[in-house]
C-alpha cells in the first residue's frame, strides 16, 4: 500500500518539476529583467561594460543550472516511482507511466541541443 501512495507522489513531483523547466526562462526574466549595457567613454565606462557582460552570462548560467537541478528531481522522482511501481506490483503501465517525467526532460534537453542554445 505504501508503495502505491510513493508511486504517485514520486510521478506528481517529477511531473511537476519537468512541467516547470520551460517557464524558468521566462520567470528568470520577469524577476531579473536585462538591462541594455551602456559604453562611456574613458576606462570606466570599458569596465562597467565588461561586468554588465559577465553578468549577462551569469544570468545565462543561473538559468541553467536551474534547469538542471529540476531536471536531476525529475530524474529522482522518477526513478524512485519505477522502484516503488516495481516493489508494489503495480501494472505495466504504471511501471511506464513513472518513467514520463524522464522522458520529457530528456525530449526538452534534445531540443535545447538541436536548436543550439
Known amino acids: 500500500m505504501w ?8 510521478l506528481g513531483i517529477g511531473l511537476a518539476c519537468a512541467l516547470a523547466m ?5 520567470v528568470y526574466r520577469w524577476l531579473y529583467p536585462p538591462v541594455v549595457p ?3 567613454p574613458g ?8 561586468v554588465d557582460t559577465l553578468t549577462s552570462m551569469g544570468d ?5 543550472v ?10 529522482l522522482a522518477s526513478v524512485t ?6 516493489i508494489g506490483h503495480e501494472s505495466l503501465g504504471a511501471k511506464w507511466l513513472s518513467l514520463l517525467p524522464v522522458a520529457m526532460v530528456a525530449g ?9 542554445a
Open 60 to 64: 545565462g548560467i543561473m538559468v541553467m
Open 81 to 86: 516511482g519505477f522502484s516503488a511501481a516495481w
Open 108 to 116: 526538452m534537453y534534445g531540443l535545447l541541443v538541436a536548436v543550439g
Open 38 to 40: 551602456k559604453i562611456k
Open 43 to 50: 576606462v570606466t565606462g570599458l569596465l562597467s561594460f565588461t
Open 3 to 10: 508503495t502505491h501512495t510513493l508511486y504517485k507522489t514520486s
Open 66 to 75: 536551474w534547469l538542471a537541478g529540476l531536471g536531476a528531481v525529475a530524474l
Open 22 to 26: 520551460p517557464l524558468v526562462p521566462l
